[in-house]
């Protein structure tokens, strides 16, 4: 399984920007589909959004659509997500996840290697 770290997260105010990073490492990233999932307090994990291995595919949550971006550097192992007009209610954990060879998935259940979390925090 591939080992993933998250890091860009931090305290911002409503309506600015921020851009999360995730770095992969111990497998071949060009094979995972890679997402972007968010846990707020005592709230269930959901996802925000996925890149498809298979090229430039991309899906987003609705709550995030023309606000979040998700883009994918293969050669740095990297996926990005960047976030624009952030609003408190985006405040949460935001975790990256990878699936080998998924098509576009939601399930949590559906990805088999997370990273640790990078806690984003908005305030109003």
């Known amino acids: 399984q591939v080992q993933l770290v998250e890091s860009g997260g931090r305290l911002v105010q409503a309506g600015e920007s921020l851009r999360l990073s995730c770095t992969a490492s111990?497998?071949?990233?060009?094979?995972?589909?890679m997402a972007w999932f968010r846990q707020a307090p005592g709230k269930e994990r959901e996802l925000v959004a996925v890149?498809?291995?298979?090229?430039?595919?991309?899906s987003y949550a609705d709550y995030v659509k023309g606000r979040f971006t998700i883009s994918r550097d293969n050669d740095k192992n990297t996926v990005y997500l960047q976030m624009h007009d952030l609003k408190p209610e985006d405040t949460a954990v935001y975790y990256c996840?990878?699936?080998?060879?998924?098509?576009?998935?939601?399930?949590?259940?559906?990805?088999?290697?997370w990273g640790q979390g990078t806690q984003v925090t908005v305030s109003s």
């Open positions: 996840a990878a699936n080998r060879y998924g098509s576009i998935r939601s399930r949590v259940d559906e990805y088999e290697s």
């Open positions: 111990g497998g071949t990233f060009s094979d995972y589909s």
């Open positions: 890149s498809s291995w298979r090229g430039p595919i991309t």
